[in-house]
């Protein structure tokens, strides 16, 4: 069983930065692979950024070059530092871990941004 727990959103003026964490209750050595989704009103749940092992990151287009997604194995925590917000990327943020047959995620962290 994995606990992941998200921190860090809040209300955010457009233009504005975040950092978004999750602590896990494993190693981060122990996972290949963690995730940050988000879901906004009305919308289907969507990959934000991944981390692999190794350190290979993706993104989704939308966040590109705005977005960044990192570790602290020390820690057990993943981040996510999101810049440059937009209105748009207002939602609940997940933090996820596929691990063997199960999927983990964390409660979700409300980010919304408006001036």
């Known amino acids: 069983q994995v606990q992941l727990v998200e921190s860090g959103g809040g209300l955010v003026q457009p233009g504005g930065s975040l950092r978004l964490s999750c602590a896990a209750s494993?190693?981060?050595?122990?996972?290949?692979?963690m995730d940050w989704y988000r879901q906004a009103p009305g919308k289907q749940r969507e990959l934000v950024a991944r981390?692999?092992?190794?350190?290979?990151?993706n993104y989704a287009d939308s966040v590109k070059g705005r977005f960044t997604i990192s570790t602290d194995s020390a820690n057990n925590t993943v981040y996510l530092q999101m810049n440059s917000l937009k209105p748009e990327d207002t939602a609940v943020y997940y933090c996820h871990v596929p691990l063997g047959r199960n999927d983990y995620w964390g409660q979700g962290t409300q980010v919304t941004v408006s001036s």
């Open positions: 981390i692999i092992s190794g350190g290979i990151t």
């Open positions: 494993i190693r981060l050595n122990s996972i290949n692979a």
